[in-house]
């Protein structure tokens, strides 16, 4: 068994400068009620990141890293409703704390709140931008609504062109419900027609359980309990979708699109870290900061019981070299169930992510993940130009000559 020494891989804490905080109600949201782990907190100090708390973040996430890259990444809720303010503060900080590091920023938005002057700022400081966005109009929609019910797709779209207008380097991120993964080309063919080239598939499962604070969403560790959410995604519609969209790709868009599955699963192939955490053999070294200096293990996560502390107590290098949180990442390879240590895929899939582990094997053993049945039925699929494309690879040549063989 592999063990990894602390301090031998970078870590990475992604961001919620407004916490839950956000200007849709999207129904499969599993942020927006976060808030209610906040709700004693006066008015004021509910969602936004103080000044105080920005700075000492900004300051031990430089300081924690082992690499001279460093990488913030700014989500929620949703990231623009702090003012721009906010971010050029920002930069303020990390210019101050950068010590010689070369510093990047991504943000995650719904884009509806994107402005020329968000716009301009972002392309005058290289930012990237991920748009979450789920297909066409009526497939957008279905779950992605403002408050009231409204929809918002028309406004997504609109902040795309102003990103295209001001030549902002964006990608979309489209999440996989039990409505759009129904029409697989019909979601990806939009996102080439609105001039997307790089796509990050996140399938939605979530389960429902009412916790005493107000929260209605199961975690890992409630164990089985809890009923599907019927937006939910199933195995079986994961597959169609994923290998539909697949077989478009590989005839016909490889080195032009990116598909971030199917990049990871080439990575995978070729022996490589994936560049998406839930193929990864463990996990753990990406956590999430709220907007008062809570850190939990994993955007997922945040649960009270996998909080691992605050940066105005404890620092954020003891807490994610901390054997609580290497444990957790561990755990994503030691709790593995055998019918997962036997299978032909565990290369590609390492289980998936943990928080979707809570079906049993037909042994009627624990920590079975709930896409398992697609994730086969995926894997088997491109196994072919999978294994064509790191032929190529490994021959120093071009993995798009699958196009040409298939």
């Known amino acids: 068994m592999k063990t990894i020494a602390p301090?031998?891989?970078?870590?990475?804490?992604?961001?919620?400068?407004?916490?839950?905080?956000?200007?849709?109600?999207?129904?499969?949201?599993?942020?927006?009620?976060?808030?209610?782990?906040?709700?004693?907190?006066?008015a004021k100090e509910r969602f936004a990141m103080s000044d105080a708390t920005l700075e000492t973040f900004v300051?031990?996430?430089?300081?924690?890293?082992?690499?001279?890259?460093?990488?913030?990444?700014?989500?929620?809720?949703?990231?623009?409703?702090?003012?721009?303010?906010?971010?050029?503060?920002?930069?303020?900080?990390?210019?101050?704390?950068?010590?010689?590091?070369?510093?990047?920023?991504?943000?995650?938005?719904?884009?509806?709140m994107l402005t020329d002057e968000w716009c301009s700022f972002?392309?005058?400081?290289?930012?990237?931008?991920?748009?979450?966005?789920?297909?066409?109009?009526?497939?957008?929609?279905?779950?992605?609504?403002?408050?009231?019910?409204?929809?918002?797709?028309?406004?997504?779209m609109r902040g795309i062109r102003l990103l295209q207008k001001h030549g902002v380097e964006w990608n979309a991120m489209g999440v996989v419900n039990d409505f759009n993964a129904d029409y697989p080309l019909d979601v990806y063919h939009f996102y080439k027609d609105i001039g997307c080239r790089y796509i990050q598939f996140s399938p939605i499962i979530e389960r429902l359980l009412l916790h005493t604070d107000g929260r209605h969403l199961a975690s890992i560790a409630d164990g089985e309990q809890g009923s599907l959410a019927d937006f939910s995604v199933t195995p079986e519609q994961y597959a169609h979708f994923t290998c539909t969209i697949f077989d478009e790709w590989v005839r016909n868009d490889v080195g032009q699109v990116f598909v971030q599955l199917f990049d990871s699963t080439l990575a995978r192939w070729i022996g490589e870290e994936p560049g998406v955490c839930a193929m990864a053999e463990t996990c753990g070294h990406a956590a999430v900061i709220e907007h008062n200096g809570d850190v939990f293990s994993c955007d997922h996560f945040v649960f009270p019981e996998y909080k691992l502390g605050n940066i105005h107590r404890d620092s954020i290098t003891a807490m994610m070299y901390s054997e609580r949180q290497r444990r957790f990442g561990r755990d994503k390879r030691d709790q593995l169930p055998q019918k997962c240590r036997q299978c032909k895929w565990l290369f590609a899939c390492n289980g998936g992510c943990p928080k979707d582990r809570f079906r049993k094997t037909a042994d009627g053993e624990g920590g079975l993940n709930y896409l398992c049945k697609g994730y086969k039925q995926f894997f088997s699929h491109v196994a072919p130009y999978m294994d064509f494309m790191k032929n190529e690879l490994l021959n120093k040549r071009p993995p798009a000559n699958v196009m040409k063989q298939f």
């Open 7 to 42: 301090f031998a891989s970078p870590l990475y804490v992604m961001t919620k400068p407004a916490g839950s905080l956000c200007n849709l109600r999207c129904k499969y949201c599993y942020y927006l009620e976060k808030g209610h782990l906040y709700a004693d907190a006066p």
């Open 59 to 112: 300051r031990q996430y430089i300081e924690a890293q082992t690499q001279p890259q460093v990488l913030f990444t700014w989500h929620g809720g949703e990231p623009l409703m702090r003012p721009l303010s906010f971010y050029k503060r920002v930069l303020e900080l990390q210019r101050q704390y950068a010590g010689g590091r070369q510093i990047d920023n991504c943000l995650q938005t719904n884009g509806t």
């Open 122 to 156: 972002f392309r005058e400081n290289n930012w990237l931008i991920g748009i979450s966005i789920d297909g066409p109009q009526e497939m957008h929609d279905e779950y992605r609504r403002a408050q009231g019910n409204q929809p918002s797709f028309f406004k997504v």
